[in-house]
């Protein structure tokens, strides 16, 4: 079964830092390009950051351009994303998922998406 | 960034009755070195991840019922949704992937009359 499972949301300080995670199974991991996706509780979907099948592109939102860090590590099938200076407007549900990829420096379509982990910036 | 822009942002339609969402890119989202619109479509349910409807603006994914039809190409973009059934109540997003950051439209809601 194609899954993807996100883990490392938490409470965290404004100003402090989280490093979410994202194990995948059940698919080739090194033939897909990978993103992060957030909701803020009752708003919509906010493209986060993206990564292409082996880490040579990366691509991020303004809104966390510099703060966030994408990664991926091929040979354990997990993606990263290191978040820095964490602010109340970061507060949302992060999905990993899955990108469709053909092998380039690029990415598309999101096929397969985690349930999320939830990450809460407050004083 | 590509602004995308959904009509309605909500919208109630009868059981077994067309239901039709829009989606305008500000800019073309067509893709040259496939022929295709770098467009797609997401269903959400309460509580539940997005589920990718269509992509490349008018393929179904797999296991989509094929009540489910996107079209459009360039900057308009439209999900159907031929007759409307109660499990399809949720809320709908279209999202272009033609350049970073691949940006979503703000959601449409769609509910039974």
């Known amino acids: 079964e194609v899954q993807l499972v996100e883990s490392g949301g938490g409470v965290i300080r404004p100003g402090g830092s989280l490093r979410l995670s994202c194990a995948a199974s059940?698919?080739?991991?090194?033939?897909?390009?990978m993103s992060w996706v957030r909701q803020a509780p009752g708003k919509g979907l906010e493209w986060v950051s993206g990564?292409?099948?082996?880490?040579?592109?990366?691509d991020y939102a303004n809104s966390v351009k510099g703060r966030f860090t994408i990664s991926r590590d091929n040979a354990k099938n997990s993606l990263y994303l290191q978040m820095n200076g964490l602010r109340a407007e970061d507060t949302a549900l992060y999905h990993c998922?899955?990108?469709?990829?053909?092998?380039?420096?690029?990415?598309?379509?999101?096929?397969?998406w985690g349930k999320g982990t939830t990450v809460t910036v407050s004083s | 960034d590509i602004v995308m822009t959904q009509s309605p942002d909500s919208l109630a339609v009868s059981l077994g009755e067309r239901a039709t969402i829009n989606c305008k890119s500000a800019?073309?989202?067509?893709?040259?070195?496939?022929?295709?619109?770098?467009l797609a479509w997401f269903q959400q349910k309460p509580g539940q991840p997005p589920k990718l409807l269509i992509y490349?603006?008018?393929t179904r994914a797999s296991g989509v019922p094929d009540r489910f039809s996107g079209s459009g190409s360039g900057t308009d973009f439209t999900l159907t949704i031929s007759s409307l059934q109660a499990e399809d109540v949720a809320v709908y997003y279209c999202?272009?992937?033609?350049?970073?950051?691949?940006?979503f439209g703000q959601g449409t809601r769609l509910e039974i009359k």
């Open positions: 998922a899955r990108a469709f990829s053909s092998g380039s420096y690029y990415y598309y379509y999101m096929d397969v």
């Open positions: 059940g698919f080739t991991f090194d033939n897909y390009g």
């Open positions: 990564i292409n099948w082996n880490g040579g592109t990366t």
């Open positions: 800019q073309s989202l067509f893709y040259s070195l496939n022929n295709n619109n770098c």
């Open positions: 490349w603006a008018s």
């Open positions: 999202q272009q992937y033609y350049i970073t950051p691949h940006t």
